[in-house]
Nanobody
């Protein structure tokens, strides 16, 4: 049984930094790319980014590219989202997310996990 738990959310000022963690008991065998998605109040869920299982490549939504970095620690079964220079529009619930398509994975099928962790960007 694969279980993932998000942590690290909280209140941060615009321009600040925050690191989210996605801890798993194991990485799934069928995903192509693991990372994050988010859902802001009143909006649809949005892909944020992911890191591929093999040929380690990262993919980012245009809205976060250059500001967010996804990394993985296989020994700890943990995926991280380093959020720098955050903006108020980054306010959302962030969830661990598995992406399954090998080409442009952020535009393909996905599953998200748990209750997520809330990030609020405000002064």
């Amino acid at each position: 049984q694969v279980q993932l738990v998000e942590s690290g959310g909280g209140l941060v000022q615009p321009g600040g930094s925050l690191r989210l963690s996605c801890a798993a008991n194991e990485f799934t065998l069928d995903y192509h790319c693991i990372g994050w998605s988010r859902r802001a109040p009143g909006k649809e869920r949005e892909a944020v980014g992911c890191i591929s299982r093999s040929d380690p490549s990262t993919y980012y939504a245009n809205s976060v590219r250059g500001r967010f970095t996804i990394s993985r620690d296989n020994a700890k079964n943990t995926v991280y989202l380093q959020m720098n220079n955050v903006k108020p529009e980054d306010t959302a619930e962030y969830s661990c997310t598995s992406y399954y398509r090998d080409y442009n994975p952020l535009y393909g099928d996905y599953d998200y996990w748990g209750l997520g962790t809330q990030v609020t960007v405000s002064s």
